[in-house]
């Protein structure tokens, strides 16, 4: 809908060889590459680690009893593992997400536009109030990290061990 509404075209546009330069289709910045690469590289090594640290977290005598009422690894994994695993997982992975969040205002040291530098970089050029501009940035980011903190929440508590 806000692609509609942005009047974005709704067809893909092929590039095309014009003299030097291809015109048309959709253009990547390379610091937005540069900055995907990064902040994916660093934190899937972290959530990496927490999955692992999980999944090592369930007893081994749990799988070995899986095994011995007939039940295959996959099922045993799904069924048996993940779902105790993932007790552990959460908090740290919700932690992982909002330090995603709050790393991604690094972009500005690779010359990426996010969020601190076009609200603050171009708020503060036009107002010139650093004070007022900074905490409109302070605010976004506290915007994202609640709502990201609220959804694992959530998540969390879907998955909590019921009780009778």
Request: aromatic share 10%; hydrophobic share 50%.
């Amino acid at each position: 809908i806000a692609f509609i509404a942005a009047g974005m075209p709704l067809t893909w546009e092929i590039p095309v060889l014009k003299g030097f330069n291809y015109k048309g289709g959709m253009s990547i910045k390379p610091e937005f590459i540069a900055l995907w690469f990064a902040l994916s590289y660093y934190t899937s090594c972290f959530i990496a680690e927490i999955v692992r640290g999980g999944i090592l977290a369930v007893s081994k005598g749990q799988t070995e009893a899986a095994y011995a009422v007939g039940m295959r690894p996959n099922r045993t994994l799904q069924l048996i593992i993940i779902p105790q695993a993932l007790r552990v997982i959460v908090p740290p992975l919700a932690s992982q997400y909002l330090n995603l969040t709050k790393n991604s205002s690094l972009a500005i040291a690779i010359g990426y536009m996010d969020i601190t530098a076009t609200i603050g970089g171009i708020t503060l050029m036009q107002t010139g109030k650093e004070m007022e501009t900074m905490l409109i940035v302070m605010c976004c980011y506290l915007v994202f990290s609640l709502t990201i903190s609220a959804l694992m929440n959530w998540f969390n508590r879907s998955i909590k061990l019921k009780e009778r």
